[in-house]
Structure formats: structure tokens, C-alpha cells
């Protein structure tokens, strides 16, 4: 029997350089545990298109909030050509109930511990709507057979993961929900096996916090040092409270963390669960990373309480002056299952449920102290901004540890601000009430070339 594994596109008319995706680990977890006698195919949409008519006896897809659109779609067409249909990832494990409308059954949270029940009740015909084990071992080694997608893309990046779950419960997270409030580890002979057996030199640890269990990251850290390896991953900013845990990380081949630094605002920096809620500390912790040879990337989400326009030339300012090389900038999202979902809600602030919008990059709700549409443009003016060619080069001195990443990701989202921009009017006209001088945003954004001053005076 053959069995399709397929991770969706969100949106099929542009896809992100393939440089800048997230590689894919869970659809190889599926695979590696499916017994030997069944034919699995992987099929990553934003590598490669997908056939509805490609031959197979089961169909699972996995998918976030964003691109469930597209995965109830391709449901749909796959049930119409007689195939079963699972569906599994966050979004369908948050909304089980929606997810079943387009599929046969749904696996909850994680794979492990129901997937070989799965295709067992499948092969004699007694498919289960849920499957559900909560917090798995994760004790068993995994082998991933087939890495070959991993070499399509910038530095062949493997995917590893260490650990699941998280002790922290951000009111605009779920990852505290589907995986747990305790950090569960993967053995760290198994993290030594699988990338032995990966056969790379590049790899990209997907663990929400690396160092969520200092000790473990320690003795990680000891044991991956022989190997010889590049890596990068995800850490919170407390990482600058142990030097000798940051000095460990860069002598096992750590050349890349993401931080979530989520805000500049000090109001905000209080409220958030975060460890360190001054940011002065938080420039320090910038130049304390740096100065390992580690390349800092942080994580801005727009549209807080308390944010109000005067956030976007503040962030600007903080990137600017700290001469962060590469930034992931987002709005805040009220994905469902959140509590910040529920309380929009509950304050009827959500303009759609459209999950397509539901993407990091696009006002869902309407804020306290701006409108929709001056959160949606103006984390388009700190991108374009950001990323000119002049600001680009002006940082590029102090980044010259790794000019490489620093030029690549700067060409990578260079690209996609154009794209997003290119989409704006269409998207803008869909959520957002117009301005009032304006009666069409096409008109608006030719005439204007896109300056924010236009419309925020108060700011630009």
C-alpha cells in the first residue's frame, strides 16, 4: 500500500524562496514510523506541485492555521478520487470537530504512540475519527529514511529535534497546549545518532527553546562538539544569563539563534512572560551573543494593547542602532485556541475568520490604539524600510562574521516585502474599511509609492 505524506502551500501563486523555509521534519517522523511494508511519498508543496490524481491508498496532510484553506481543499479533491484522508499539525489539532468536516480522521497533537494504531484500523477498514496519545516517550529512535527534500534547499539544512513542550503559556501561543507544560527530551544518543546518520554538516534545531533545559543543552552541547557540525536554532534571551552555556553552544558549531524578542515597548516588555523585561538588557544580550560569533536574529510582533503607531519608527530605531542583521517581523496573531483569540472574540475585535489571514503578516483583529489597516502598513514600512538596499549595507560592517547569512536573507526578504506589497491593495480592500480620502487602495498605493506618511502623519 502506498501511503501520500503532503505539507501545503499557503498560497500557490508565490512561494518563498526556498532558502528562507522552515525544512520539514514531521511528515519524515510519520515516515520513519511507518512499518516497511507500505510506500510513503513526501510531498513539501512549496518545493513541488502536487498530483490529485497520483496514486496511493491513504492521504495525510499536515497543516497550520494558514494554510488549512488549502489543506481542507486538497482534502476534499483527494476524497473525491476515493482516497482516505488524516489530517494532523496544529491547526487541526486545536479545531478537531472543523478538521473532520474535510477529512476521515484526525490525529491529535503527537504522532507518536497512534500512527502504527492508525494504519493498522486502516488496512482492516476501521479508521477512527480521533487518535490522541498525550505526551508521548519520546525514548524510541526514529530513523529518517529520506532526507533528499532537505538538499533543495540554501546550505542542504537538515531539520533535528531535542526536546517538546513548554513550561512558559503566552496568551498568544498554543505550543503550551499541543505539546505540554513539561519539556519532554529526546535521548541525546538519538539527537548523536540522527545526525550521524543525516550525513550533513548544516543543521537547524526546531525546538521552540534549545536551552529551555540548560543542563540538557549542556550535556547536548558536550556531546555534538566531536561531531564537528554548523547549527542554529530557537533560545530565549535568559541564554545571556550563562556564559558558559552560550560558550558551550558556539563551541558545538551554534553559528545562528532566533529570539523572540516580540517588543521594544517597555510597557509590553512587563507584561510578557519574558526573563528579561528591560531593554537595555536586551541590547546587551545582542552584543553578548554577537560577541560569541553567534548570529542574533529576533522575532517583532506589532499590534500589543499598548502599542501605539509610534512602535514601528521604535523598532526601526532598535534594529538600526543595534545593527541587527536580519529580523522576523509579525503581527500579533489570535490564532484559535489562544486566549488572546478568545478574548478578541469574547471583545468582538475579529474582522475574519478567513484562516488564510491568519499568517504572521496580516491585521486580524482591530487594535486598541490604531486601526487595522495602520498595523498592517505600518509593519510594511519597518520591512521596507529595513530592508533597502542602503540600510542592508550600512549594517553589513557589523555583521561581517557572517556576511553570507546576513546577504542572503537580506535578498530573500527583499523578495517577499515585494510580493507583500504587491498583494497589499487586494488584501487591504478585503479586511480593512478605506480611508476616507481614498476610494480605492490600487489608486492609493500607485499614487502614493507607498509612503506611510501619507496616511500617519503623526509618525513618518
Known amino acids: ?151 533543495k534547499r540554501l546550505f542542504n539544512v537538515i531539520p533535528v529535534m531535542t526536546t517538546r513542550g513548554c513550561p512558559y503559556n503566552c496568551d498568544f501561543c498554543c505550543v503550551h497546549d499541543i505539546f505540554g507544560p513539561k519539556i519532554r527530551h529526546i535521548p541525546i544518543e538519538n539527537v548523536v545518532r540522527d545526525i550521524i546518520d543525516s550525513d550533513g554538516k548544516f543543521f537547524l534545531f526546531l525546538d521552540d527553546n534549545i536551552i529551555g533545559d540548560p543542563q540538557y543543552a549542556k550535556d547536548l552541547f558536550r556531546e555534538i562538539a566531536p561531531l564537528k557540525i554548523k547549527w542554529v536554532g530557537q533560545a530565549s534571551v535568559s541564554f545571556i544569563k550563562d556564559t558558559e552555556l552560550i560558550r558551550m553552544a558556539a563551541e558545538s558549531g551554534c553559528t545562528g539563534l532566533f529570539f523572540g524578542l516580540e517588543s521594544v515597548s517597555k510597557k509590553q516588555l512587563m507584561k510578557l512572560r519574558k526573563s528579561i523585561k528591560d531593554i537595555e538588557k536586551v541590547e546587551e544580550a545582542i552584543r553578548k551573543v554577537k560577541s560569541f560569533d553567534i548570529f542574533f536574529l529576533p522575532s517583532m510582533i506589532f499590534g500589543f494593547d499598548d502599542d501605539t503607531i509610534d512602535i514601528f519608527p521604535e523598532t526601526l530605531d532598535f534594529l538600526e542602532k543595534n545593527k541587527v542583521s536580519a529580523v522576523s517581523l509579525n503581527i500579533l496573531t489570535p490564532y484559535p485556541g489562544t486566549r488572546t483569540y478568545q478574548q478578541f472574540k469574547r471583545e468582538g475585535r475579529l474582522i475574519t475568520n478567513d484562516w488564510r489571514y491568519y499568517d504572521h503578516k496580516t491585521a486580524v483583529f482591530t487594535p486598541k490604539n490604531m486601526t487595522a489597516f495602520e498595523l498592517q502598513a505600518g509593519r510594511l514600512w519597518v520591512f521596507n524600510e529595513f530592508s533597502k538596499f542602503s540600510s542592508v549595507m550600512r549594517r553589513l560592517p557589523s555583521n561581517f562574521d557572517h556576511p553570507l547569512y546576513h546577504l542572503a536573507l537580506s535578498i530573500g526578504h527583499r523578495k517577499i516585502y515585494k510580493n507583500e506589497i504587491n498583494e497589499f491593495p487586494k488584501r487591504a480592500s478585503q479586511l480593512f474599511p478605506l480611508i476616507d480620502e481614498i476610494t480605492d487602495y490600487r489608486d492609493y498605493f500607485s499614487l502614493s509609492t507607498f509612503r506611510f506618511s501619507d496616511f500617519i502623519p503623526r509618525t513618518y
Not at 48 to 75: F, H, K, Q
Not at 130 to 136: A, I, L, N, T
Open 1 to 151: 500500500m502506498k501511503i501520500l505524506l503532503i505539507s501545503p502551500s499557503k498560497n500557490t501563486n508565490f512561494k518563498k524562496p526556498k532558502y528562507l523555509l522552515i525544512p520539514q521534519l514531521s511528515l519524515h517522523l510519520l515516515a520513519g514510523l511507518t512499518p516497511p511494508e507500505y510506500d510513503v511519498k513526501i510531498i513539501e508543496e512549496e518545493i513541488e506541485d502536487i498530483n490529485l490524481d497520483e496514486e496511493c491508498d491513504l492521504v495525510g496532510i499536515s497543516c497550520m492555521t494558514s494554510n488549512a484553506p488549502r489543506a481542507y481543499y486538497l482534502a476534499q479533491e483527494f476524497k473525491k478520487r476515493g482516497k482516505k484522508v488524516v489530517m494532523g499539525g496544529v491547526h487541526p489539532t486545536i479545531l478537531q470537530d472543523e478538521a473532520l468536516q474535510y477529512s476521515d480522521s484526525v490525529v491529535i497533537g503527537e504522532a507518536e504512540g497512534v500512527w502504527e494504531k492508525l494504519l493498522e484500523d486502516f488496512k482492516y477498514d476501521r479508521l477512527k475519527k480521533k487518535y490522541h496519545k498525550p505526551c508521548p516517550s519520546l525514548d524510541k529512535y526514529i530513523q529518517i529514511k529520506n532526507r533528499k527534500d532537505t538538499k
